[in-house]
């Protein structure tokens, strides 16, 4: 028997203005939604459709007749306009029909007007035969860690806890069947003969079973809760949590690559979004803006997408794009209007402290961005932004000492955690180090050449270490020669990093 909420949501379909007066619909909808419900999987063949359904017999050819991929196209457009209609508002599930599949899915309607990202199944193992210290750690490995991840809010995590602890057994590599996930994320707990314990994890697309991230690491017998703490943010740094990590530049460029007409509504935004922190771009930057204008007028209350919109003044701001006309103070404005509707989002107030920040209020920005590691003190992007904001807001020594710490959890950070390191060597004439650091800043667009060129202010400065100021005049001639439209980006770059112009004859002490 077909679950209330389904056949209620089925009802309210049938019975909208735009399904009432098409009986071939209504029938194909009746059917698909009974053998999804059912799992009857040869019932959802195209052959079994059209002759069940559709009213084709026997000598059907799905190569000659194409009726069934037409009927579903029609369906899945019909299905799309009424949850755009105000009669949908209503309807408890949201029901969708993805391209090159006749098996429905059915997900919240109200969760389907915000944005979303990727979801996560995490499974955590022990061998067969296995102590009582095995499962013990085992069980604390799970708890933690799910714990932990479900403060990522693009993350969708599922968590196979059982009935009393019971361990997920060999074999549950039959999760990856299950679509509603996109990636399977297993650990393992095994004792060694010197009583330690060797956790080893791996990360699987679903869809295609690659592999496409593993750690392993050794916890002492003796192990303290810093030591598991630790132990979690080399896991969490690196694969959800840097620049949204493996997985979700994994995810964004996947759905690029298969084409954004196959992607959900629901999840174009952090699609995009995602790709923009991976490989920034004016051009990105525009696209994005112009979905989400068309996003916002169809979901005005999709607070997600709102932040992302305000997002977009992060990259507007330095690197000097100039795309948004609003002011900065009306872009902060808005961002406490929404950490109105959703008090608890850390993202709404690492904005609200950047907006700060960039109005030139220190004292504010350093609160919410205190408040927005409070609330997750497992994502190390805040804390990059945070110790970058104390940095070129004059707390340099603390900032370099987080940025720093943030290389423990994640042997290969995003390129731009290295421009306040690159920044603060070329501040004490370490020039090398400062050179070294730069050779890891790749952005897309200006700020790659920008970053470059200041290097090569450091060492064509090092001649002139010993002289208390350092004449800058020569970067036009020579680094930025090639470059006559960065001159002017270099100048509004520097400004917001309090170094000086590249004028003629202008010099700075980069003490």
């Not at 059209?50 to 190569?63: H, K, P, Q, V, Y």
């Not at 991929?69 to 029901?95: G, M, N, S, W």
């Not at 599949?101 to 944005?115: C, K």
């Not at 001639?477 to 309090?498: E, G, Q, W």
């Amino acid at each position: 028997m077909i679950d209330e909420t389904v056949a209620n949501t089925e009802s309210l379909i049938l019975a909208s203005r735009l399904f009432r007066s098409k009986p071939q619909m209504q029938r194909l909808l009746s059917y698909l939604v009974m053998h999804t419900y059912e799992n009857n999987n040869d019932a959802l063949q195209q052959r079994s459709i059209a002759i069940n359904c559709l009213g084709r017999n026997d000598s059907f050819e799905s190569t000659k007749d194409p009726i069934v991929r037409i009927e579903a196209a029609r369906l899945r457009k019909l299905l799309e306009a009424y949850y755009d209609a105000d009669e949908a508002q209503q309807t408890p599930l949201r029901v969708s029909l993805p391209k090159g599949s006749y098996r429905l899915v059915f997900s919240r309607n109200i969760e389907h007007r915000q944005s979303r990202s990727f979801s996560l199944l995490l499974l955590c193992q022990s061998p067969m035969v296995m102590n009582v210290e095995e499962i013990q750690l085992m069980i604390k490995v799970r708890q933690g860690l799910s714990y932990r991840l479900n403060h990522f809010d693009h993350l969708n995590l599922s968590v196979n806890f059982h009935p009393e602890h019971e361990v997920a057994q060999r074999g549950s590599i039959h999760f990856l069947a299950e679509e509603q996930h996109d990636y399977v994320m297993r650990c393992e707990v095994v004792q060694d003969r010197n009583r330690d314990f060797l956790i080893s994890s791996i990360v699987i697309h679903r869809l295609t079973q690659e592999i496409l991230w593993s750690h392993s690491t050794t916890i002492i017998h003796g192990y303290t809760a810093a030591i598991l703490d630790e132990f979690y943010l080399k896991l969490i740094s690196p694969l959800v949590s840097d620049s949204y990590g493996v997985l979700g530049i994994h995810w964004a460029k996947s759905c690029l690559e298969m084409g954004l007409e196959y992607v959900e509504d629901q999840h174009m935004a952090a699609v995009q979004f995602i790709n923009l922190c991976s490989e920034p771009s004016k051009i990105a930057c525009k696209k994005f803006m112009e979905f989400l204008d068309q996003r916002l007028k169809k979901y005005p209350d999709d607070y997600n997408a709102q932040g992302s919109y305000l997002a977009i003044g992060f990259f507007d701001y330095f690197l000097n794009y100039n795309l948004m006309s609003s002011s900065l103070e009306d872009r902060l404005k808005h961002c406490l209007i929404i950490e109105k509707y959703v008090p608890h989002d850390p993202g709404i107030l690492v904005l609200i402290g950047f907006y700060n920040f960039a109005l030139n209020r220190y004292c504010e920005a350093e609160v919410y961005l205190n408040n927005a590691r409070k609330l997750n003190p497992y994502n190390t992007m805040w804390e990059f932004i945070y110790g970058a904001l104390m940095f070129f807001v004059g707390k340099k020594e603390v900032g370099f000492q987080i940025l720093l710490r943030l290389s423990k959890y994640n042997s290969r950070p995003p390129s731009y955690y290295f421009v306040p390191i690159f920044f603060y060597y070329l501040g004490e004439k370490e020039w090398e180090k400062a050179f070294k650091a730069s050779s890891k800043v790749t952005f897309a667009d200006d700020l790659e050449f920008l970053v470059k060129a200041i290097a090569y202010l450091g060492v064509g400065a090092t001649s002139q270490t010993n002289t208390e100021e350092i004449d800058i005049s020569w970067l036009e001639k020579t680094a930025l020669n090639d470059y006559p439209d960065l001159i002017l980006h270099f100048n509004a770059v520097v400004k917001r990093l309090n170094l000086q112009d590249v004028d003629s004859g202008v010099q700075t002490d980069l003490k």
